[in-house]
């Protein structure tokens, strides 16, 4: 079994700044990619940033140049820093990863989800 811990999200002002993590931990052998993905109220789950184990970042149109993805392979913690943040980034924020177990086994797994509201 592979579980994600996510860190808290919280009130962040527009403008403001806020870093996320995500812990993997349990049967590992290899993380193929890491990544954020989000849901606001009454739309679809989307892609924020993703992170393979290449290295090639990707990230939505939206994002790009405010926020920023990395990753301790070390620890198999990912990370999104959130920088110049607007109302229309409030949404529950999902780390996901997807890799390999002994076996092989491959997993896929998703976090809690942690709520970002972006608000004066």
């Known amino acids: 079994q592979v579980q994600l811990v996510e860190s808290m999200g919280g009130l962040v002002q527009p403008g403001g700044s806020l870093r996320l993590s995500c812990a993997a931990s349990?049967?590992?052998?290899?993380?193929?990619?890491m990544g954020w993905y989000r849901q606001a109220p009454g739309n679809q789950r989307e892609l924020v940033a993703v992170l393979p184990s290449t290295g090639y970042t990707n990230y939505a149109d939206s994002v790009k140049g405010r926020f920023t993805i990395s990753r301790d392979n070390a620890k198999n913690t990912v990370y999104l820093q959130m920088n110049s943040l607007k109302p229309e980034d409030t949404a529950v924020y999902y780390c996901?990863?997807?890799?390999?177990?002994?076996?092989?086994?491959?997993?896929?797994?998703w976090g809690q989800g942690t709520l970002v509201t972006v608000s004066s």
């Open positions: 996901n990863a997807h890799g390999w177990s002994p076996g092989p086994r491959y997993f896929e797994v």
């Open positions: 349990g049967s590992i052998s290899s993380i193929v990619e």
